[in-house]
């Protein structure tokens, strides 16, 4: 997968930049420097994927994902793999118990749009598809519980994939905004949740 860019990126990296530096940059993201060893290019990378289940909580299941160059363009394609949903439920024995069922992170419409990472936190840049010009919209609305799981369910599979990432910042078309969707405070990197999980993602 190739990592994802912008005409807007520019402005963005100068944003990125300025919030590191108001959050005190190296101390508060630790001593990650991000220089993960990964698995040869096109080889799978197993990655740990969080989807939101029916009970309200993140069903944590490893995923193979082809690896790519970078730790940024191979958590990109974890990002991207999330997007695009569990895929179809598996038959017979091992299909999930109706409560069990888990669904996509974000609406279709959603798209990663740029993927940075810096001193161990992951800069996730998201934007809406429009189909037209006459209407733009901003961010996907959603209830309290869905944003919950989506916003945990991307922080959460980030940082248990074994890339060096620890904080997750959120950004809608190239900004940080102060909820991802109207709720959930996004103003600052965020901490996994592991409460949120089913089962712990160490356990996988």
């Known amino acids: 997968m190739r990592r994802l860019r912008?005409?807007?990126?520019?402005l963005a990296a100068v944003m990125l930049l300025a919030l590191l530096g108001a959050c005190?940059?190296?101390?508060?993201d630790g001593d990650v420097d991000g220089e993960v060893e990964l698995v040869p290019e096109g080889e799978d990378f197993f990655a740990t994927l969080?989807?939101?289940?029916?009970?309200?909580?993140?069903?944590?299941?490893p995923?193979?994902?082809?690896?790519?160059?970078?730790?940024?363009?191979?958590?990109?394609?974890?990002?991207?793999?999330?997007?695009?949903?569990?895929?179809?439920?598996?038959?017979g024995d091992d299909a999930p118990e109706a409560d069990e069922?888990?669904?996509?992170?974000?609406?279709?419409?959603?798209?990663?749009?740029?993927?940075d990472l810096v001193n161990g936190v992951a800069y996730v840049d998201l934007t809406i598809s429009r189909t037209g010009s006459a209407l733009r919209f901003e961010r996907p609305a959603m209830g309290l519980r869905d944003e919950l799981l989506a916003v945990y369910s991307l922080v959460n599979s980030l940082t248990a994939s074994n890339l060096g990432i620890e904080r997750v910042v959120?950004?809608?078309?190239?900004?940080?905004?102060?909820?991802?969707?109207?709720?959930?405070?996004?103003?600052?990197?965020?901490?996994?949740?592991?409460d949120r999980n089913a089962e712990p993602a160490a356990d996988l």
């Open 6 to 10: 912008s005409n807007l990126w520019p």
């Open 24 to 28: 005190g940059g190296n101390d508060m």
């Open 50 to 61: 969080c989807f939101p289940a029916a009970d309200g909580l993140l069903r944590c299941e």
């Open 63 to 91: 995923r193979a994902i082809p690896a790519a160059g970078s730790v940024e363009e191979t958590a990109a394609a974890i990002v991207q793999a999330l997007i695009d949903g569990p895929g179809p439920a598996p038959a």
């Open 101 to 115: 069922e888990i669904f996509p992170v974000l609406p279709p419409v959603v798209g990663l749009q740029a993927f």
């Open 170 to 194: 959120l950004m809608w078309n190239g900004e940080q905004r102060l909820t991802f969707a109207g709720h959930v405070d996004t103003s600052r990197p965020l901490l996994p949740d592991l």
